[in-house]
Nanobody, 129 residues
Framework: QVQLVESGGGLVQPGGSLRLSCVGSTLTLDHYAIGWFRQAPGKGREGVSC????????YYADSVKGRFTISRDSAKNTVYLQINSLKPDDTAVYYC??????????????????????WGQGTQVTVSS
């Protein structure tokens, strides 16, 4: 099973930026579709951004388009989520997830978090003044 470790969360003011990292500790993340998901207190898990392992396709939820950027660094076996223009509504625990198979499309996978089989422990992002 892929072991994933997230980092980079913290407390930031509205309008600030963070870069979340997801490191694969056992396997090569280039071989996996990677998703970033978030869950705020009392809310369901939301797919915010995903990246394919087959091609360069990516997906972003409407709520984060233009502010979030997902990318891979193969040399570091890491997937990043750059988060800009943070809003209080972005406050949540952010998880990265991996799966070796793209069953439908990266969009469809990102909108259905149970399709991802390996998960990290999460990193807290709090946006507050």
């Amino acid at each position: 099973q892929v072991q994933l470790v997230e980092s980079g969360g913290g407390l930031v003011q509205p309008g600030g930026s963070l870069r979340l990292s997801c490191v694969g500790s056992t396997l090569t993340l280039d071989h996996y579709a990677i998703g970033w998901f978030r869950q705020a207190p009392g809310k369901g898990r939301e797919g915010v951004s995903c990246i394919s392992n087959i091609d360069t396709s990516t997906y972003y939820a409407d709520s984060v388009k233009g502010r979030f950027t997902i990318s891979r660094d193969s040399a570091k076996n890491t997937v990043y989520l750059q988060i800009n223009s943070l809003k209080p509504d972005d406050t949540a625990v952010y998880y990265c997830a991996a799966d070796p198979h793209i069953i439908t499309t990266i969009k469809a996978m990102c909108e259905n978090w149970p399709l991802f089989t390996s998960w990290g422990q999460g990193t807290q992002v709090t946006v507050s003044s």
